[in-house]
């Protein structure tokens, strides 16, 4: 167990339950939740239902948007800064990140209490469908991301980090001997 970097796990752990979270409770809302109320309910019995899951949901969703973009950042910093990797990741780790914002978006929005809120549940079937295009993406996406070939950079030896510290200096070389 030596060999287990623990932040890179909790990193991981963090980012895996929340795209758990975001993925599932998008495809359960789109193809469960929201035929269900519009087939058994009536409009005011489904709007107090309604009510009642966005209180307890939208924690959920701030949670796990918290939690993706912190754990997705920190993985991404330590993955330019420790590995070579192919021209493409870039590419794809930045449309992953705005098709994120965008789910990010919709799903603050219809789990939220605004004027633009109600706006966006009016047309529920439509933005929990965008949402629900979006997550499979992402997952396809971080898929590829993941198997992507990264080479280990090879360590800066100790000798060469030192000069380049003493380099910072205030002083000019020449002056520093
Ligand atoms: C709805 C939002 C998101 C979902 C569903 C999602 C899903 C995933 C999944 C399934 C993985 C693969 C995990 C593994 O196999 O260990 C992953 C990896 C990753 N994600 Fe996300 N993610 C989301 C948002 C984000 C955001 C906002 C960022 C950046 C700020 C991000 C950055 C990363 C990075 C850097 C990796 C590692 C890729 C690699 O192994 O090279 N993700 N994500």
Redesign the pocket.
């Known amino acids: 167990m030596d060999q287990v970097n623990w932040l890179d796990v909790v990193l991981?752990w963090m980012?895996?339950l929340?795209?758990v979270t975001?993925?599932g409770g998008t495809l359960f809302a789109r193809f469960a939740l929201l035929p269900s109320l519009e087939e058994t309910l009536a409009p005011e019995q489904r709007q107090a239902l309604h009510a009642s899951i966005r209180g307890r949901w939208s924690k959920i969703v701030a949670a796990?948007i918290a939690f993706?973009?912190v754990?997705?950042?920190v993985?991404?910093i330590n993955?330019v800064r420790l590995y070579d990797?192919p021209k493409f990741?870039h590419a794809l780790?930045g449309v992953?990140?705005l098709?994120?914002?965008g789910?990010?978006f919709i799903a603050s929005v219809v789990s939220g209490r605004s004027a633009l809120a109600e706006r966006f549940r009016r047309d529920a079937r439509k933005w929990l469908s965008i949402n629900a295009v979006?997550?499979v993406l992402?997952?396809l996406i971080?898929?590829v991301?993941?198997?992507?070939e990264?080479t280990k950079k090879p360590a800066q030896p100790a000798a060469a980090m030192k000069t380049r510290v003493e380099d910072r200096g205030p002083w000019p070389a020449t002056l520093r001997q």
């Open positions: 991981r980012h895996i929340a795209a975001a993925a796990s993706l973009l754990s997705g950042l993985n991404f993955a990797l990741y780790f992953k990140f098709l994120a914002l789910v990010f979006l997550v992402i997952v971080s898929g991301l993941k198997v992507a990264k």
